[in-house]
């Protein structure tokens, strides 16, 4: 542990660094303690970035680093994509660690290291010292959030609140409570949606309803480009789902990639499963063994990280039968119905499906075969578009809603 007034100068000037970094368009993408260079008067020099993102990640698709300060964006390889905000979380950490003399988080080996990053919060640091104030204990809290969104935006926002308190603390000896994040530009993420209250409004009440009866639905959300159809679906969701959800996204150029959205929603899924404890997790992994009955191969390929939970699936042959395809798809269903429960409906999100992949397609209509209870399927389609393809049909035992 350090006392807090050097504490407050070497923390102040390692944001300064990296925010030069940053504004100059250079991340990081692996920052620890050994990457950051105390010199003269507390100055600080930041060493060892990496100019292409790609040498982070190892060929097996694992995080290269020190897990204690990889983001969980990082680590969760469904969640967002990393960004300076992932160097801010690192900087955090080290700082955690600079000012109490522990880790935010310790972890045992890879699967502990994904549930603790997925859903375990670091202790405040003004619970683990009490001599730490509250204000600094919040820019911590703050940095190290586990959303990218509710984490400072930027790391010269970072180092003004560091600022801040550095000269409060070497004039007063005391650190009056404030609002971190202040500096913070408002990003895209962030801002309210305007102009979208009908649908919004739409999309909560149609929520709401399913808390109450477990029909499966549908919602198609017909649109041009640019008019926000994602940013209003996953808005909402993130305010208003009461259980779990996943978003998938379809890509033109990766028509000839197989499963590609379902890789998304399957794997988001698995995160979420893995951000539970060991002991909740044994009741979803016996009831996802029951269901698939054997099968899962496919499954297992589609989300890798689901075998830190099921253990080791058999890998699926290279031309599997069409029975055989039909056994592994419908154990993909069955494994998403582990997620839908009464009160908790599952929302999956199916972004840009006129560009849905052949295999997509199948595995789509498999699920709308049977659809189960407590369900929502949300359809965005492009309609400035002369190709793709059209919207799934839809099997009368799904109620459907059109935006």
């Known amino acids: 542990p350090l006392a807090l007034a050097p504490f407050l100068d070497i923390a102040m000037n390692a944001a300064n660094a990296l925010a030069l970094a940053h504004e100059c368009n250079v991340l990081h993408g692996a920052l620890q303690p050994a990457h950051v260079c105390l ?4 100055r600080v020099r930041l060493s060892c970035f990496r100019a292409d993102p790609a040498q982070l990640i190892s060929e097996q698709g694992t ?4 897990w204690a300060y990889l983001a969980p964006e990082q680590v969760c390889p ?4 990393s960004d300076r905000r992932s160097d801010i979380y690192a900087l955090g950490a080290i700082l955690y660690q600079l000012l109490l003399g522990e880790l935010p988080l310790t972890g045992r ?3 502990h290291w994904r549930q603790l990053h997925a859903g375990v919060q670091p202790r405040a640091a003004c619970e683990v010292e009490s001599n730490v104030p ?15 969104d509710a ?9 003004i609140d560091l600022g801040h308190c550095q000269r409060q603390w070497t004039a007063t000896r005391t650190l009056p409570a404030f609002e971190p994040g202040c500096a913070d530009p ?15 409004k739409a999309i909560t009440l149609l929520l709401r309803a399913m808390r109450r009866d477990s029909t499966p639905q549908a919602l198609l959300i017909n649109g041009p480009a640019g008019m926000g159809k994602s940013s209003l679906v996953e808005t909402t969701l993130k305010t208003c789902a009461t259980g779990h959800w996943a978003t998938g996204r379809c890509n033109s150029l990766q028509q000839a990639v197989p499963y590609g959205p379902w890789v998304e929603i399957l794997g988001a899924l698995t995160t979420q499963l893995l951000a539970k404890s060991s002991e909740d997790l044994d009741a979803p992994r016996r009831e996802i063994l029951r269901r698939i009955k054997g099968h899962g191969r496919l499954l297992g390929t589609l989300a890798p990280d689901l075998q830190l939970i099921l253990g080791p699936l058999p890998e699926l042959p290279a031309k599997p039968t069409r029975l055989a395809l039909q056994k592994e798809l419908r154990a993909i269903v069955e494994f998403l119905q582990v997620f839908s429960r009464p009160g908790h409906p599952l929302v999956l999100f199916l972004d840009d499906v006129q560009w849905a992949d052949d295999a997509s397609q199948r595995l789509l209509a498999q699920l709308l075969a049977d659809p189960p209870g407590n369900l929502l399927l949300i359809f965005a389609r492009r309609t400035d578009v002369a190709v793709g393809n059209a919207m799934p049909t839809l099997p009368a035992t799904l109620r459907s809603t059109t935006l």
């Open 151 to 159: 984490r400072y935006q930027s790391a010269r926002a970072l180092a």
């Open 186 to 200: 408002v990003s895209p993420s962030r801002e309210r949606l305007y102009g979208r209250n009908a649908e919004q």
């Open 63 to 66: 995080p290269l680093g020190n």
């Open 39 to 42: 010199q003269g008067n507390q």
């Open 134 to 148: 509250q204000p600094l204990s919040r820019i911590l809290a703050k940095a190290l959030a586990k959303e990218p």
């Open 78 to 81: 469904h969640g967002s994509s």
């Open 109 to 111: 080996d890879t699967p």
